[in-house]
C-alpha cells in the first residue's frame, strides 16, 4: 500500500479527515523549507504538497506567484526540491510528500528520468497542472512504473464525462478545485461543493479533497465535513511572504497556523 493510501486509510479508521498544506520549496530560502515540512507534520499535516517554483505559474494568485519568484531568486529549480524531499526523508519515512507543479521542468528533465529521481528522493505523488489527461499517457505511465501516484484537478466547470475520464486515469486522490479562477481568489460556496462531492464520487472510490479558498478554522472544518482532504495553500503561503526578511519564524508560524486548521477540523 502506498504511503498515500495508508495515511487515509488510517485516518478514515480514527474518523479524521487529512489536512494538507502546500507550500512553495525554497521560499524565501532554500534553507527553511524541509525545517518548515517537519513543524508541519508535528503540528498535524497529513501529506504535504511541495510547489516546484516556475516562472510562469498560470493557475496560481498573486501570493504563490510571489512565492515562486522569492525560491527562483534563489534558483531552486526541480533537481532543488526532489533534493529537499530526500532530506526531509531522512528523518520522515511515513508522511505522503506530493510535488505540485507545472510540466516544462519535468519535460525538460524527461518523464523517465524525473520518475526515477522522484521515487529515489521519496516523492509519492505528483500533480502537474497544465497537464490535460488527454495529453498525460506517457508521464503516468513512467510515474506508474515507479509506484508513483498521478494525481489530478477536477473544476467546477469540468463536465461529468470528463469527471469519468479523470477519475479513471487518477490515482492517490482527487483534487477539487472549489472556485472558479485562481488560487486565493473566492469564498467557498460549501452547498455547490457539496453537490460537485457527489459527483464526483459517483465516478471514484479515490479519497478526494478540496482545495483553493481554504482560509482558516471554521472554512476548514466545513470542508471537513464534505470532503476526505481539506488542502490549503494562499493562506499559508501569505505567512511566507510575511515573514520572508524574517525566515527563521516561518516554520514555527507555519505549524501555528497548520495546528489551528487541525483543531478545527478535529472539533
Given at each position: 500500500?502506498s504511503?498515500?493510501?495508508?495515511?487515509?486509510?488510517?485516518?478514515?479508521?480514527?474518523?479524521?479527515?487529512?489536512?494538507?498544506?502546500?507550500?512553495?520549496?525554497?521560499?524565501?530560502?532554500?534553507?527553511?523549507?524541509?525545517?518548515?515540512?517537519?513543524?508541519?507534520?508535528?503540528?498535524?499535516?497529513?501529506?504535504?504538497e511541495?510547489?516546484?517554483?516556475?516562472?510562469?505559474?498560470?493557475?496560481?494568485?498573486?501570493?504563490?506567484?510571489?512565492?515562486?519568484?522569492?525560491?527562483?531568486?534563489?534558483?531552486?529549480?526541480?533537481?532543488?526540491?526532489?533534493a529537499?524531499?530526500?532530506?526531509?526523508?531522512?528523518?520522515?519515512?511515513?508522511?505522503?510528500?506530493?510535488?505540485?507543479?507545472?510540466?516544462?521542468?519535468?519535460?525538460?528533465?524527461?518523464?523517465?528520468?524525473?520518475?526515477?529521481?522522484?521515487?529515489?528522493?521519496?516523492?509519492?505523488?505528483?500533480?502537474?497542472?497544465?497537464?490535460?489527461?488527454?495529453?498525460?499517457?506517457?508521464?503516468?505511465?513512467?510515474?506508474r512504473?515507479?509506484?508513483?501516484?498521478?494525481?489530478?484537478?477536477?473544476?467546477?466547470?469540468?463536465?461529468?464525462?470528463?469527471?469519468?475520464?479523470?477519475?479513471?486515469?487518477?490515482?492517490?486522490?482527487?483534487?477539487?478545485?472549489?472556485?472558479?479562477?485562481?488560487?486565493?481568489?473566492?469564498?467557498?460556496?460549501?452547498?455547490?461543493?457539496?453537490?460537485?462531492?457527489?459527483?464526483?464520487?459517483?465516478?471514484t472510490?479515490?479519497?478526494?479533497?478540496?482545495?483553493?479558498?481554504?482560509?482558516?478554522?471554521?472554512?476548514?472544518?466545513?470542508?471537513a465535513?464534505?470532503?476526505?482532504?481539506?488542502?490549503?495553500?494562499?493562506?499559508?503561503?501569505?505567512r511566507?511572504?510575511?515573514?520572508?526578511?524574517e525566515?527563521?519564524?516561518?516554520?514555527?508560524?507555519?505549524?501555528?497556523?497548520?495546528?489551528?486548521?487541525?483543531?478545527?477540523?478535529?472539533?
Amino acid at each position: 500500500m502506498s504511503r498515500i493510501a495508508a495515511t487515509f486509510a488510517r485516518l478514515q479508521e480514527q474518523g479524521r479527515k487529512a489536512l494538507i498544506p502546500f507550500i512553495t520549496a525554497g521560499d524565501p530560502e532554500p534553507g527553511i523549507t524541509v525545517p518548515t515540512m517537519h513543524a508541519m507534520v508535528e503540528a498535524g499535516a497529513s501529506i504535504l504538497e511541495l510547489g516546484v517554483p516556475f516562472s510562469d505559474p498560470m493557475a496560481d494568485g498573486p501570493v504563490i506567484q510571489h512565492a515562486s519568484e522569492r525560491a527562483l531568486k534563489h534558483h531552486v529549480g526541480l533537481r532543488d526540491v526532489l533534493a529537499m524531499v530526500k532530506q526531509f526523508r531522512h528523518q520522515d519515512s511515513q508522511t505522503p510528500v506530493v510535488l505540485m507543479g507545472y510540466l516544462n521542468p519535468i519535460e525538460v528533465m524527461g518523464y523517465e528520468a524525473f520518475a526515477s529521481a522522484a521515487l529515489e528522493a521519496g516523492v509519492d505523488g505528483v500533480l502537474t497542472v497544465d497537464m490535460p489527461p488527454e495529453e498525460g499517457s506517457e508521464l503516468a505511465a513512467a510515474l506508474r512504473s515507479h509506484d508513483i501516484d498521478t494525481i489530478f484537478l477536477l473544476a467546477p466547470t469540468t463536465g461529468e464525462a470528463r469527471i469519468q475520464r479523470i477519475c479513471d486515469q487518477a490515482s492517490g486522490f482527487v483534487y477539487y478545485v472549489s472556485v472558479k479562477g485562481i488560487t486565493g481568489s473566492a469564498s467557498l460556496d460549501t452547498d455547490e461543493v457539496a453537490r460537485r462531492l457527489d459527483l464526483i464520487r459517483s465516478k471514484t472510490s479515490l479519497p478526494v479533497g478540496v482545495g483553493f479558498g481554504i482560509k482558516d478554522g471554521a472554512s476548514a472544518a466545513r470542508v471537513a465535513k464534505m470532503a476526505d482532504a481539506v488542502i490549503v495553500g494562499s493562506a499559508l503561503v501569505s505567512r511566507f511572504e510575511a515573514l520572508q526578511h524574517e525566515s527563521d519564524k516561518i516554520p514555527a508560524q507555519a505549524a501555528a497556523f497548520i495546528s489551528e486548521l487541525r483543531t478545527a477540523m478535529d472539533e
